[in-house]
C-alpha cells in the first residue's frame, strides 16, 4: 500500500488550503482513510477519518474548520482546511486502515503571517 498526499505549503492565518491524497495497492474503497499530523517536538495526532459509507469524525482542534472527504473511484482522499491558525503548523500525512494501518510520507503545512 502507497499514499501520496500533495497540497501543503504557507498559508497566512485564516487562510485555506486543500490537501490531496492518492493511494494504490489495495482496494481503498473497503477501509477507512484519514489524515493525521504532526509538529516538531510533538507526537503524531489523528485530524479526520472518514470509513467507506462516509461517516467522517474530526478531532476537536479542527472541527467546524477541516473537511474531509474521500473518491472511492479515483483512491483519493481530501482535507479542506479552513480558517488555519498557526497552531495548525504540521506535516499532515495521509491514512488508511483496512486489515492494518499505513500512513503516507506526508505534506507541509505551514501557517504564518
Known amino acids: 500500500v502507497q499514499l501520496q498526499a500533495c497540497g501543503g505549503g504557507l498559508v497566512q492565518p485564516g487562510g485555506s488550503l486543500r490537501l490531496s491524497c492518492v493511494g494504490s495497492?489495495?482496494?481503498?474503497?473497503?477501509?477507512?482513510m484519514g489524515w493525521y499530523r504532526q509538529a516538531p517536538g510533538k507526537q503524531r495526532e489523528l485530524v479526520a477519518i472518514?470509513?467507506?459509507?462516509?461517516?467522517?469524525n474530526y478531532e476537536h482542534y479542527v472541527k467546524g474548520r477541516f473537511a474531509i472527504s474521500r473518491d472511492n473511484a479515483k483512491n483519493m482522499v481530501y482535507l479542506q482546511m479552513n480558517s488555519l491558525k498557526p497552531e495548525d503548523t504540521a506535516k499532515y500525512s495521509c491514512?488508511?486502515?483496512?486489515?492494518?494501518?499505513?500512513w503516507g510520507q506526508g505534506t507541509q503545512v505551514t501557517v504564518s503571517s
Open positions: 491514512y488508511y486502515y483496512g486489515s492494518r494501518a499505513f
Open positions: 495497492g489495495t482496494i481503498f474503497s473497503l477501509g477507512i
Open positions: 472518514m470509513n467507506s459509507g462516509g461517516s467522517a
